[in-house]
């Protein structure tokens, strides 16, 4: 396979799509919706999210956490398929091409948007690099329901409404718990290899049992957000029902998960993207077919 495809890792790329198609289907029956700001937007998170794919490559190597031991996909830097030069010359294009991208959504939304704008690039690359790595601290999980579920779905809709609305936040909190999943998945994979390394992840400070438990919580938490939603009447049945026929394949997730370690959760990563955009694309259908 190409290396460069390797570095970008397209299984992860689910995860930054599934919140902007949500956010922006929310906002597509208002007087302001664009296609073009939703086009935008949608390139912008795949950008930030190759780019947070690329700069953990390089920075992981940097810092010695990536090794020989590793059992997660292909490193390209620690592998040798790829000079980490030119890994660090591609994220800081990416970085590049979603700044230029963000720049027409920053003159569309203001500054809540340049705001938000900032703190995503420090956030991809304060997540493996600088003083402070997130990944490094336990925050990991954390920057993932931030930025993949809260920025993601609240942003997009801020950007085409100009406001933001308690289903707005209601869905980016399910959408954050799954990308929460996402890098759970991913550390507790790679508890020894970076406890070893001194990469203090959630999964490494908890231990395994405990990460299985949290893994549950996050997959099946979306459910019962947008039941809650419905039954508080900030959400309309449809989209609700028809979300809820992605439940068995969170149960199923969650099962294999509580079976699995090692490299034997590296399919559960992609599997685990794809749960994300299965409920996004479900829920989206039933609120696009609302009357």
Same mark, same amino acid.
């Given at each position: 396979?190409?290396?460069?495809?390797?570095?970008?890792?397209?299984?992860?790329?689910?995860?930054?799509?599934?919140?902007?198609?949500?956010?922006?289907? %929310?906002?597509?029956?208002?007087?302001?919706?664009?296609?073009?700001?939703? %086009?935008?937007?949608?390139?912008?998170?795949?950008?930030?999210?190759?780019?947070?794919?690329?700069?953990?490559?390089?920075?992981?190597?940097?810092?010695?956490?990536?090794?020989?031991?590793?059992?997660?996909?292909?490193?390209?830097?620690?592998?040798?398929?790829?000079?980490?030069?030119?890994?660090?010359?591609?994220?800081?294009?990416?970085?590049?091409?979603?700044?230029?991208?963000?720049?027409?959504?920053?003159?569309?939304?203001?500054?809540?948007?340049?705001?938000?704008?900032?703190?995503?690039?420090?956030?991809?690359?304060?997540?493996?690099?600088?003083?402070?790595?997130?990944?490094?601290?336990?925050?990991?999980?954390?920057?993932?329901?931030?930025?993949?579920?809260?920025?993601?779905?609240?942003?997009?809709?801020?950007?085409?409404?100009?406001?933001?609305?308690?289903?707005?936040? %209601?869905?980016?909190?399910?959408?954050?718990?799954?990308?929460?999943?996402?890098?759970?998945?991913?550390?507790?994979?790679?508890?020894?290899?970076?406890?070893?390394?001194?990469?203090?992840?959630?999964?490494?400070?908890?231990?395994?049992?405990?990460?299985?438990?949290?893994?549950?919580?996050?997959?099946?938490?979306?459910?019962?957000?947008?039941?809650?939603?419905?039954?508080?009447?900030?959400?309309?049945?449809?989209?609700?029902?028809?979300?809820?026929?992605?439940?068995?394949?969170?149960?199923?997730?969650?099962?294999?998960?509580?079976?699995?370690?090692?490299?034997?959760?590296?399919?559960? %990563?992609?599997?685990?993207?794809?749960?994300?955009?299965?409920?996004?694309?479900?829920?989206?259908?039933?609120?696009?077919?609302?009357?």
């Amino acid at each position: 396979m190409n290396p460069w495809i390797l570095a970008v890792r397209p299984r992860t790329l689910p995860a930054a799509a599934s919140p902007l198609i949500l956010g922006n289907v %929310l906002a597509f029956a208002t007087d302001h919706f664009s296609w073009l700001i939703a %086009l935008a937007s949608l390139s912008c998170a795949l950008l930030l999210q190759i780019a947070v794919n690329l700069a953990n490559d390089y920075f992981d190597h940097k810092h010695g956490i990536d090794t020989a031991e590793r059992l997660g996909p292909v490193r390209v830097s620690q592998s040798g398929l790829l000079a980490p030069a030119k890994v660090r010359s591609a994220m800081l294009l990416c970085l590049l091409l979603a700044l230029a991208v963000g720049s027409y959504l920053i003159w569309h939304g203001g500054w809540p948007i340049a705001l938000l704008a900032t703190a995503s690039v420090f956030g991809v690359l304060g997540y493996s690099g600088g003083p402070y790595p997130l990944a490094s601290h336990g925050l990991g999980e954390v920057a993932a329901f931030i930025f993949f579920g809260l920025v993601a779905v609240v942003g997009s809709y801020l950007l085409q409404t100009g406001v933001t609305t308690p289903t707005a936040w %209601l869905l980016g909190c399910a959408m954050g718990s799954f990308s929460a999943a996402i890098m759970l998945v991913n550390n507790t994979r790679d508890i020894q290899t970076d406890a070893k390394a001194g990469k203090l992840t959630l999964a490494v400070r908890w231990g395994q049992a405990q990460a299985r438990v949290w893994y549950q919580t996050l997959a099946y938490l979306p459910y019962g957000l947008i039941i809650s939603g419905f039954l508080l009447g900030l959400l309309p049945g449809l989209p609700v029902l028809l979300a809820g026929v992605s439940l068995p394949l969170a149960r199923g997730l969650s099962r294999k998960f509580s079976e699995a370690s090692g490299q034997a959760l590296n399919p559960l %990563l992609g599997r685990t993207a794809k749960l994300m955009l299965v409920f996004s694309l479900l829920f989206s259908a039933g609120w696009l077919l609302l009357p």
